[in-house]
T-cell receptor, first 113, second 115 residues
């Protein structure tokens, strides 16, 4: 199989602070990983594509300076939400492809107070 | 741009009944994959079934089957003998990249199986 983990599973931070979310592929390598955001009762929206060894590519409307992505290795991508505000509160999910199939992490719930 | 449309926000059926969830899509790519994902309250995304666009035969996984109509760009999911554990959000998704693109999701259908 293929397993993707995320850490933390739930984080609460104060407005104005930054928070980092990790996404790891545990038993396979991924040169590309994807970050999605899911608001309550809504679907998953692709935010950005994380590329190992190069810059991330962001979907239209996603602020690259606010959502910093670093693909440090073939098994780790991090999403840092900088200067978080309450409207950034959401469920963040990462995925990594293996061939044509996407393997999803369990998600991270971010609450900004 | 590619799109995925699910027109049923919520459906409710009795246990053991058969239910069909609808999905239409649009893409200009000739090679693509379609998926149905289940998202239970835990919010972990679970792959239910996949369909390669180049395959004419409809995919089947135990109680789950699809009706793939390529010309109509339709991809419906049929759940037979529904069970209480099938209660969840179901998302239709489209993938047409070569590993470099993420999935495009529909808005989802909340399926409720009543005892």
């Amino acid at each position: 199989g293929a397993v993707v983990s995320q850490h933390p599973s739930w984080v609460i931070c104060k407005s104005g602070t930054s928070v980092k979310i990790e996404c790891r592929s545990l038993d396979f390598q991924a040169t590309t990983m994807f970050w999605y955001r899911q608001f309550p009762k809504q679907s998953l929206m692709l935010m950005a594509t994380s590329n190992e060894g190069s810059k991330a590519t962001y979907e239209q409307g996603v602020e690259k300076d606010k959502f910093l992505i670093n693909h440090a290795s073939l098994t780790l991508s991090t999403l840092t939400v900088t200067s978080a505000h309450p409207e950034d509160s959401s469920f963040y999910i990462c995925s990594a492809p293996k061939r044509w199939e996407q393997y999803f992490g369990p998600g991270t719930r971010l609450t900004v107070t | 741009a590619q799109t995925v449309t699910q027109s049923q926000p919520e459906m409710s059926v009795q246990e053991a009944e058969t239910v069909t969830l609808s999905c239409t899509y649009d893409t200009s790519e000739s090679n693509y994959y379609l998926f149905w994902y289940k998202q239970p309250p835990s919010r972990q995304m679970i792959l239910v079934i996949r369909q390669e666009a180049y395959k004419q035969q409809n995919a089947t996984e135990n109680r789950f089957s699809v009706n793939f109509q390529k010309a109509a760009k339709s991809f419906s999911l049929k759940i037979s003998d529904s069970q209480l554990g099938d209660t969840a959000m179901y998302f239709c998704a489209l993938y047409s990249g070569g590993g470099a693109d993420g999935l495009t999701f529909g808005k989802g259908t909340h399926l409720i199986i009543q005892p």
